[in-house]
């Protein structure tokens, strides 16, 4: 991504950190002092295992959480410090597409009220109007104008999924957050809505933070990737530079894992396990999240976090082993 | 396998039509007619019904079929069973009052107050278990321990205390029970609120903007409905038991009003001389209990979204 730079930044994540208080003096750091930025057009992928972060961070950005501390910039204005007017006025800029589709409509509603529910919420068309944009939105995903007055229980998860898409899609938002978009469903169905989300990408000049833990679909999807280990980042560059050259320990651990459709590459992969588990976010300890795994661990690894330092261009790096 | 002979141009290639990969063949049923469907296969279920709609039709139609109005008094005919008393189908009590009009007004009476009772109850309830669910922390807290200290106190010790200080009647009846009936509602509906508000769908409606009130009458609410009539089902015949305990124990509506409970305690004076005068009101409360309960069972098989198929 050569023009990367020149591209107008859309959101930009400074510090933001996202504690919950679970019982009386634990405190689960869920989400750790990230930054990162998102420019218009672009999808970044954010990757890591079950329970380091990535949904929180989804989450807290369009406030579905009040962040503990930091800041969340779209379009030159800060989303914590909204009142609820202006907050209203984002959720018509960004919006989410949920990990599970069978929890993610309500089983009570028709699919044309789930759809139009965004349109009714902030009164974009009424009548006759409201139902041909519900039609059109349904036939943008894929479904026909003839599921508008079904229930989401007829629908399978691949379709159910489409129905979120256009859900979110109503109230044409600029930024979508997809929460593990494609996790919950069959991989035959996973690369059709993939493929649907592009085409929408380029079709609306839409703008995703992709999450997802299946390396290769984001790989496919995404310009730039994220890694999450422990609520940080730990490295973050464009994803040609991260599957050719990963620099963290983790992210190396990480992308030995995923398989080779090449039977002869296959069987010379060497896989790079990692001792041990994650360790618990509740009361971390200081220095490196990854100091308890890290083959290259040293003294100053547990003393001090490493920030997060453009080794390369435009490929950053959260290690102090990293040259 | 030399007899089968496959070659290339038996083959043809058919592709795939996205359109109809779509389609959806099953009729499209709401969850209310899905429920119904489903608890139409329920025999049990269903003869409760239909004995609970005749008898509900019977307590408003009942006191029109005899020509005698329930407190009329006939004293030529005292606790004549039927057959001593042609043109009385059950009989007549000890004022001479003609019993099948007596039960069929006694058991409207009953209804009236249950189901008002019960009504004021789940509204009560919804609105404070809502309330309750949806703010949480330490309000959810302080609610439900009020309500933990409100209902740990029996339930019928409340309803005498009230009716010995408002007196007895229709009017104190509906308050005592209402009153004292909603604990076990608010706890029902705020665990429904409290599992229901962190489903990806209420999220989603939080992230296109939706208000509270919008959240708690769209989402919240029609999702909970279902453990709500079913609760409503199994509390109504509560109700009509307490009401007629009460007024067996001589705390019910005054003579000469007529109730279930009233009727029994009547009837139970004159037991060891006159049984008929019992049998009649205690049927119907039998039928009554056992109808409300078998057709709550029913709802509850019916409306479980576990079992759709």
């Known amino acids: 991504m050569s023009n990367l730079e020149e591209r107008k930044v859309l959101l930009e994540v400074k510090n933001m950190k996202k504690y919950f208080k679970v019982g009386h003096n634990a405190i689960l750091k869920a989400v750790d002092d990230i930054s990162f930025k998102i420019h218009e057009g672009e999808t970044l992928g954010l990757v890591g295992e079950s329970g380091c972060g990535k949904s929180t961070t989804g989450r807290t950005i369009i406030r579905l959480y009040d962040a503990t501390g930091g800041e969340v910039i779209y379009d030159g204005m800060d989303v914590h410090t909204l009142n609820r007017t202006q907050l209203k006025d984002f959720t018509r ?21 789930i759809v139009g529910e965004g349109i009714d919420i902030h009164g974009l068309y009424k009548g006759i109007e409201r139902q041909k944009r519900i039609y059109e939105l ?21 379709q159910r999924q489409r129905i979120g898409i256009a859900r979110s899609l109503a109230i044409e938002p600029k930024f979508i957050v997809c929460d593990e978009p494609i996790s919950a469903l069959d991989v035959s169905i996973q690369a059709q809505v993939v493929n649907l989300l592009i085409e929408l990408q380029q079709k609306l000049g839409l703008t995703y933070l992709f999450i997802a833990h299946d390396l290769s679909m984001v790989k496919h999807i995404s310009d730039r990737i994220a890694v999450m280990y422990l609520g940080a980042i730990v490295e973050l560059a464009s994803s040609e530079d991260l599957y050719e050259e990963p620099l963290h320990p983790y992210t190396k651990a990480l992308l030995s894992a995923v398989p080779i459709p090449d039977p002869t ?14 360790p618990s976010p509740i009361n971390p300890p200081g220095g490196c999240k990854f100091q308890a795994r890290c083959e290259l661990c040293q003294d100053i690894c547990r003393e001090k976090r490493p920030e997060l330092r453009e080794v390369r261009p435009n490929h950053f790096v959260a290690c102090h082993m990293v040259k | 396998m030399s007899d089968v002979n496959l070659t290339a141009e038996k083959f043809r290639h058919v592709g795939k039509d996205l359109a109809k990969s779509q389609e959806v063949i099953r009729p499209s049923l709401t969850y209310w007619q899905d429920a119904w469907r489903r608890l139409k296969k329920n025999k049990v279920a269903i003869a409760s019904l239909i004995l609970l709609t005749f008898i509900v039709i019977m307590s408003f139609a009942g006191p029109y079929i005899l020509p005698y109005e329930f407190d009329h008094q006939d004293f030529t005919v005292i606790n004549k069973t039927a057959a001593e008393a042609p043109g009385h189908w059950f009989g007549t009590d000890a004022l001479g009052r003609d019993i099948f009009v007596r039960v069929w007004k006694g058991t409207q009476v009953s209804l009236a107050i249950a189901v008002i009772a019960v009504l004021i109850n789940v509204s009560i309830g919804i609105i404070y278990g809502g309330i309750s669910g949806y703010v949480g922390g330490t309000i959810d807290n302080v609610m439900m321990r009020t309500v933990d200290v409100l209902f740990s106190i029996p339930q019928m010790l409340w309803v005498i205390m009230l009716i010995v200080v408002i007196g007895p009647g229709f009017d104190t009846i509906v308050i005592a029970l209402a009153l ?28 296109l903007g939706a208000s509270g009130r919008r959240v708690i ?79 709550g069972d029913g709802l509850r098989d019916a409306l479980d979204p576990r079992l759709r198929q």
């Open chain 1, 265 to 278: 590459i296959e069987k010379e992969r060497q896989r790079i396990i990692l001792e041990g588990d994650v």
């Open chain 2, 217 to 295: 009458l769209r989402h919240l609410i029609p999702n909970s409905l279902g453990p709500i009539i079913i609760n409503l089902t199994f509390a109504i015949p509560g109700a009509i038991f307490t009401e007629a305990f009460l007024s067996y124990i001589g705390l019910g509506l005054p003579v000469p009003q007529a109730s279930l409970g009233t009727l029994a305690n009547d009837g139970a004076n004159l037991l060891l001389i006159h049984p008929y005068q019992l049998m009649y009101p205690s049927i119907v409360i039998v039928v009554l209990m056992l109808g409300f309960n078998l057709l």
């Open chain 1, 93 to 113: 800029n960004a919006q989410m597409i949920f990990q599970d589709p069978y929890a993610s409509l309500n089983p009570r509603m028709t699919v044309g009220d």
């Open chain 2, 180 to 207: 004292t009936g909603w604990g076990g509602m608010s706890r029902l509906v705020r665990g429904q609120v409290l599992q229901l508000r962190e489903m990806e769908f209420v999220l989603a409606a939080k992230t």
């Open chain 1, 138 to 158: 349904l036939e943008l995903v894929g479904l026909n104008k003839e599921h508008a007055s079904r229930f989401p229980h007829e629908f399978s998860g691949g």
